[in-house]
């Protein structure tokens, strides 16, 4: 997969300027990718998983690359460590004169040095955003794609807001220690500096799905386990808008079980049952139906299923605990 997302930046932003750069792939569902001055650079499953296209991610990737070619963590560096310094030595001289007016000025330094952090970061962050968009506009992916990703992010944010019952996000406002412009705000610059002429170009969607498809149960069994039912549920929703697959069904059981409550399980009964209509030797499908109707009351029912579950896979880890749910095994 390393190799893979690596070409989609070569793609992106060349070959010649990428060959310096190594790419690894971690395991953590956050959507996140960073970038290091030696040109390492790291992305997470959580990002991977929730790209649709190598438009999307290669719009991700030029971000990261365009940090690195800016030095902007280098720059941030050295800045955070004038910053330190010049409030190393206010706070001496503010010791050496502890009225009320000299610690209100050396609490006012403060803040503007601690605001100027947080600007200059966002500001870095705009200009990586330009410089993908840029390295997008130049390739031969379709540059739309790259305030899609933020479109995306805003859909999943605000289902996860609404499934815990939380007010609705404000997607344009900036608080004061933000590290990175409003999604709001990137979409909508990203959107209006797309080359007009490039919308017709490759997403490489199918290209994608073929590279996420081993990996993709994985990654949705991570993200599942993160407790967030209305985000989760929204992102199994997007990866179904190409087509529902075994898998996909199979994951939305999952959510749907692990939530629990009764409306949920007589739900996931008929996300499983549609995941072994598509795949019926799918093994887990069979133990999670089988797991929802006994824990409906249909109790038979759900006994059958396991038995099919053992039959498919005896040897499974949980063998030993299922078998004393099924009488006669």
């Known amino acids: 997969m390393s190799a893979y997302v690596k070409s989609v930046l070569c793609r992106a932003v060349g070959t010649d300027r990428c060959n310096a750069t190594r790419v690894y792939i971690l395991r953590e569902p956050t959507f996140n990718a960073t970038m290091s001055p030696n040109g390492t650079m790291r992305v997470f499953s959580g990002l991977l998983l929730r790209m649709r296209s190598e438009a999307e991610l290669a719009a991700v990737l030029g971000h ?47 803040i503007s040095v601690y605001g100027s952090f947080f600007r200059f970061g966002r500001d ?22 790259a305030a899609q990703v933020w479109q995306n992010l805003m859909g999943e944010i605000e289902a996860s807001a609404t499934a815990r019952g939380m007010r609705k996000p404000d997607f344009k406002a900036i608080a004061f220690t933000a590290s990175h412009p409003p999604q709001g705000e990137r979409a909508e610059y990203l959107a209006e500096l797309a080359d007009p002429s490039a919308k017709e170009r490759d997403d490489g969607v199918d290209r994608y799905r073929a590279a996420m498809a081993a990996w993709l149960p994985i990654f949705l069994q991570d993200q599942i386990k993160l407790n967030d039912f209305g985000g989760s549920d929204y992102l199994i929703n997007r990866l179904a808008e190409n087509g529902w697959t075994a898998d996909l069904w199979f994951a939305r059981g999952e959510l749907y079980r692990t939530r629990g409550n009764q409306r949920d399980l007589v739900n996931a009964v008929q996300f499983y049952r549609s995941a072994i209509g598509l795949n019926p030797t799918f093994a887990e499908a069979h133990r999670g139906l089988g797991l929802s109707l006994i824990k409906t009351g249909e109790r038979a029912a759900g006994q059958a299923a396991l038995r099919t579950y053992l039959e498919i896979k005896p040897g499974a880890d949980d063998a030993g605990m299922i078998r004393l749910m099924v009488p006669g095994e």
């Open 64 to 110: 990261e690359f365009g940090h690195f070619e800016k030095r902007h963590t280098l720059m941030q560096f050295k800045a955070a460590r004038g910053g330190s310094d010049l409030l190393a030595w206010s706070a001496l001289l503010a010791s050496m004169s502890p009225s009320y007016n000299t610690q209100r000025a050396y609490q006012d330094l403060q």
């Open 124 to 145: 870095q962050e705009r200009e990586a955003d330009l410089l993908g968009l840029g390295y997008l506009n130049a390739s031969d992916l379709r540059p739309q794609a």
